[in-house]
């Protein structure tokens, strides 16, 4: 198994910054791919990027693509999703989650989720 824990969730102002963390723990060698998702209130959840362990391929969402970045720190067990330039359409609960094996952006294929951390932008 593999647990993972947000942090670094807010609110902000349009224009603003935030950086969440993903820590994993448990049997993260397991797991090849960590990703961001954020679901709004009444809407599905949805990809926003994500980051390989090894060899740091990223994936990102048009949506977030020169705004958000994604970091990890193998030796940390440790992903950093740094969002800038944040707008009022950004605002959601944001997940971290882990995958045995490569990127997607269906949700229901990824393995480990975390408890999720709010995201409030205003405008």
């Known amino acids: 198994q593999v647990q993972l824990a947000e942090s670094g969730g807010g609110l902000v102002q349009a224009g603003g910054s935030l950086r969440l963390s993903c820590a994993a723990s448990g049997r993260t060698s397991s797991t090849d791919t960590m990703g961001w998702f954020r679901q709004a209130p009444g809407k599905e959840r949805e990809f926003v990027i994500a980051v390989r362990w090894s060899g740091g391929t990223t994936y990102y969402a048009d949506s977030v693509k020169g705004r958000f970045t994604i970091s990890r720190d193998n030796a940390k067990n440790t992903v950093y999703l740094q969002m800038n330039s944040l707008k009022p359409e950004d605002t959601a609960t944001y997940y971290c989650?882990?995958?045995?094996?490569?990127?997607?952006?269906?949700?229901?294929?990824?393995?480990?989720w975390g408890q999720g951390t709010q995201v409030t932008v205003s405008s």
């Open positions: 989650a882990a995958r045995i094996g490569g990127s997607t952006r269906y949700y229901p294929a990824w393995d480990y």
